[in-house]
C-alpha cells in the first residue's frame, strides 16, 4: 500500500508495509520530506499529526490499515 502525505504544497509518497501504525507512516513521511528540504538548504521538521483527506486527525497507535482503503489492492 501507498500513501501520499502532504507537508503544505509538497506531497510525498510513502510505500507501508503490512501491520505499520500510523506512528511509522509519520516517520517514513517526515524522513522523505526532510530530505527534500536538505536539498534545499533547510531541514528543520516537526510533524504535529497526521489528517485523514476529510480532515480527521489520525491517532498514532492504529494500524493504517484499518483506517485506509488499500486503491492497490484488486
Known sequence: MK???TFGQTSVVVPCK?????REL????????RKLLEQEGNFLVRTHHV??????ILDPDDVLTDLVEDRDKD
Open 51 to 56: 489528517e485523514y483527506c476529510d480532515g480527521g
Open 26 to 33: 509519520i516517520q517514513q513521511a517526515t524522513q522523505r520530506y
Open 3 to 5: 500513501v501520499t502525505v
Open 18 to 22: 503490512e501491520g505499520w501504525k500510523v
